[in-house]
Nanobody, 124 residues
Framework: QVQLVESGGGLVQPGGSLSLSCAASGRTFSNYRMGWFRQAPGKEREFVVGISRSGRTTCYADSVKDRFTISRDNAKNTVYLQMNSLKPEDTAVYYC?????????????????WGQGTRVTVSS
């Protein structure tokens, strides 16, 4: 089992920045690829960004490319999501997910473990 705990959500103005963290425990973190997904009110959960086990490969949804950056620190068992130039449409609950696969994965059903989510609200 892998336990995931997200943190860093909150209220931010449009154009602002926010940094999310996801701390993992329970298994060897470097054996898991990681992903961030989000779910806005009334919408389905959608892929945001993913990162491979090593961190060398990343993949982004078009809607966040050039604004969001994923990174991981395998020594700290943590994956990060830096979000810049935030827009109201980025408002959602953000979830991190883990899976023992090798490379970047965009499909939510491929992930075995999920955190409880952290809420991000972009509003003036």
């Amino acid at each position: 089992q892998v336990q995931l705990v997200e943190s860093g959500g909150g209220l931010v103005q449009p154009g602002g920045s926010l940094s999310l963290s996801c701390a993992a425990s329970g298994r060897t973190f470097s054996n898991y690829r990681m992903g961030w997904f989000r779910q806005a009110p009334g919408k389905e959960r959608e892929f945001v960004v993913g990162i491979s086990r090593s961190g060398r490969t990343t993949c982004y949804a078009d809607s966040v490319k050039d604004r969001f950056t994923i990174s991981r620190d395998n020594a700290k068992n943590t994956v990060y999501l830096q979000m810049n130039s935030l827009k109201p449409e980025d408002t959602a609950v953000y979830y991190c997910a883990a899976d023992p696969g090798l490379t970047c994965e965009r499909t939510s059903t491929k992930y075995d473990y999920w955190g409880q989510g952290t809420r991000v609200t972009v509003s003036s």
